[in-house]
């Protein structure tokens, strides 16, 4: 399978501050997505994005899949951001099999 | 309109019980799928179904079986549960390998 690698583990912010977020793939993947999972458990997609850069409001990423990573970028963070950051990616040729880092950590504290 | 979901949210059983979670999606997709999201949060494919065609089977014990009625569709039953299959269960979407939508999961406690 792939090996999905997601830096930092743990992140702890005061409101305000900006992040940035990584994922490295060990294999050439599609479909790469980030999502957030908030305190409630759910896991909220935010980014689909198997190349180039998005923006939605204060979150952007942007995804260089030649050298197979993806960054997510956080700005003026606030509370309801915290919560576990994933990303996940396929191969393509397994029909949406997504391959999950074990997630960022983030906690923002006002 | 909620574009997955899935039923019940909270089960709470004791070992050996039979269980089923249901999952719905109203996207138009034909691709289904099962993920296992374990204590440290990892999450990890179990099922996936395409047109209600069995296409990929991880290494999951036979007591976990999924049903595919049709293609909006896909419950998962779980035989003589044991207390290592405490996790949170998700189902999700896509058309074809495409984006992924997730249900809100299903948080399973054996007892």
């Known amino acids: 399978g792939i090996q999905v690698e997601q830096s930092p583990p743990d992140l702890i912010l005061q409101e305000g501050a900006n992040s940035t977020l990584r994922c490295n793939f060990s294999d050439s993947v599609n479909n790469l997505q980030w999502f957030h999972q908030n305190p409630w458990g759910q896991l909220i997609n935010l980014f689909y994005?198997?190349?180039g850069t998005k923006q939605n409001g204060r979150l952007s990423a942007t995804t260089v899949a030649t050298e197979r990573y993806s960054l997510l970028y956080i700005s003026s963070s606030q509370t309801t951001d915290s919560g576990v950051y994933f990303c996940?990616?396929?191969?393509?040729?397994?029909?949406?099999?997504?391959?999950f880092g074990r997630g960022t950590q983030l906690t923002v504290w006002p | 309109d909620t574009a997955v979901s899935q039923t019940p949210k909270y089960l709470v059983t004791q070992m050996g019980n039979d269980k089923s979670i249901k999952c719905e999606q109203n996207l138009g997709h034909d691709t289904m799928y099962w993920y296992k999201q374990d204590s440290k949060k990892f999450l990890k494919i179990m099922f996936s179904?395409?047109?209600?065609?069995?296409?990929i089977n991880e290494t999951v014990p036979n007591r976990f079986s999924p049903k595919s009625p049709d293609k909006a569709h896909l419950n998962l039953h779980i035989n003589s549960l044991e207390l290592g299959d405490s996790a949170v269960y998700f189902c999700?979407?896509?058309?074809?390998?495409?984006?992924?939508?997730f249900g809100q999961g299903t948080r399973l406690t054996v007892v």
């Open positions: 179904y395409n047109n209600k065609e069995l296409i």
């Open positions: 996940a990616g396929d191969r393509g040729s397994t029909l949406g099999r997504l391959y």
């Open positions: 994005i198997p190349s």
């Open positions: 999700a979407s896509s058309q074809r390998a495409g984006e992924a939508f």
